[in-house]
């Protein structure tokens, strides 16, 4: 990827406004979150539980006595998946490396993948990460980041090779925690292949808001849906990145992580948008193993329409910092809210998706709304390398209705204020396959 490839054209408007209302209300400099750019600190592994504050406020419990994900398969696109940690034993199938280094999916060299991977479908088991999708399987996708490449020789295509072979394997949805500040055309068409085949392909989109702010790939590709940070009041947080990219929003602020590739300890700190995607993730995993006779695209609209907004948020508007509004998972799967409508129309784009009927260069006889990753198209080399079989396939081996007051839990209807704040601050971030941790 070179700074000198042509930037992406920005997604199609989804509804009838397609940014600005919610924009117009955001407060810069509000206030400041604890622990952004402070040291991590270990912290037990049986007190991490208790951190994961989201859990509560989406009532997790309630949703997960009618979906945890059973059925679903996320690919997860990261540094790795460690399949031994408590929490992932039995969670983890047969994934693909496409570093073009030695070792395998399973080898995470850094903790951030295996840490997303517990946050989409970890049992909690010993103490550790306890998912949002439990009942979800992983398959491992591992690609480099910039620490990565500056020390070994690797696989220029990584993220493109992994993104094929995520759209090749049984994985429904693509979860993808790192990204870049360039355009790629190749990683591009890898994206369009996942959408053909039926995927819904969730990204981060940054977490360099004060730090020139640049759109990041793939969360800015029209195809893929862009995922802010919240903390826990529902307003955006500090670090997340803004603009027209931005299509969700997920809990992202103070959610423990793995301190290293050790694996010893968790630490405390904010899991950024790379968090709030594997949330985001889960809880369309979630969704779907209520659904499984819907498509993609259905799964995404009733995300969208579920969503937490301030209350006098037009229809149609999308916010540059929430975009449709953070994730309620449970305002559908326990009240039934949103619609699935149209299998083959994608709701971020209002085109209908490769191969489906009315699509450019698809025959009305072409076209399928069976729900996507259904079947393997696993085949040979990086595109068909994630195999992964049925539900009952081994895992790879390692030694009622509700009330409206669950909606405000979380502030997920962005807090009393129903104020989007823009805090003032920053992280971190890397120079190519930039870290949104």
Not at 44 to 73: C, F, H, P, R
Not at 87 to 96: A, D, E, I, N
Not at 268 to 287: E, K, R, V, Y
Not at 377 to 397: H, L, T
Request: contains cysteine.
């Amino acid at each position: 990827m070179t700074a000198g490839m042509s930037q992406a054209r920005k997604r199609g408007a989804p509804h009838v406004m397609r940014r600005g209302l919610l924009c117009a209300m955001a407060v810069v400099g509000a206030c400041t979150l604890g622990v952004v750019g402070m040291a991590p600190a270990a912290i037990a592994a049986d007190g991490v539980q208790a951190k994961q504050w989201y859990l509560n406020a989406m009532d997790a419990e309630e949703i997960w006595k009618s979906a945890t994900g059973e059925g679903i398969k996320v690919a997860v696109i990261d540094t790795g998946v460690n399949p031994s940690t408590p929490s992932l034993k039995g969670q983890v199938l047969k994934g693909f490396d496409a570093t073009g280094t030695d070792g395998e999916a399973t080898d995470d060299y850094d903790g951030h993948g295996t840490t997303m991977a517990e946050l989409i479908a970890g049992t909690g088991n010993g103490g550790g990460l306890r998912g949002l999708a439990p009942g979800a399987k992983i398959i491992p996708m591992r690609i480099t980041d910039t620490e990565l490449q500056n020390t070994k020789p690797v696989n220029a295509q990584d993220s493109e090779d992994a993104i094929r072979a995520a759209a090749d394997s049984d994985a429904q949805i693509i979860s993808m925690s790192l990204g870049s500040d360039f355009v790629s055309p190749e990683e591009k068409e890898a994206v369009e292949y996942a959408e053909s085949k039926g995927k819904l392909f969730f990204a981060a989109v940054g977490n360099k808001a004060k730090e020139g702010n640049k759109k990041q790939y793939p969360a800015s590709y029209r195809q893929v849906i862009g995922v802010a940070a919240t903390d826990s009041e529902g307003q955006v947080a500090d670090y997340s990145q803004h603009g027209d990219f931005v299509d969700i929003a997920a809990p992202g602020n103070d959610i423990p992580h793995w301190c290293d590739e050790k694996f010893k300890s968790y630490c405390d700190g904010n899991g950024g948008t790379s968090a709030a995607t594997a949330i985001a993730s889960a809880s369309a995993a979630l969704i779907w193993s209520a659904n499984p006779e819907w498509t993609a695209n259905q799964v995404l609209r009733v995300m969208l329409e579920s969503a937490g907004r301030s209350e006098d948020a037009k229809p149609g508007s999308v916010s540059d910092y929430i975009g449709h509004g953070i994730v309620r998972p449970g305002a559908h799967i326990n009240r039934g809210v949103g619609k699935p409508g149209d299998p083959n129309l994608n709701p971020l784009t209002n085109e209908r998706t490769p191969g489906s009927p009315g699509a450019p260069g698809a025959s009305e006889s072409s076209a399928s709304s069976a729900p996507s990753g259904s079947a393997s198209e696993s085949g040979d080399g990086a595109s068909g390398a994630a195999e992964a079989g049925a539900d009952g396939d081994k895992a790879v081996a390692a030694g009622a209705s509700k009330s409206t007051e669950d909606d405000s839990q979380l502030g997920l209807i962005l807090g009393g204020a129903a104020v989007v704040v823009v805090l003032a601050g920053g992280a971190f971030f890397f120079l190519r396959k930039r870290r949104t941790a």
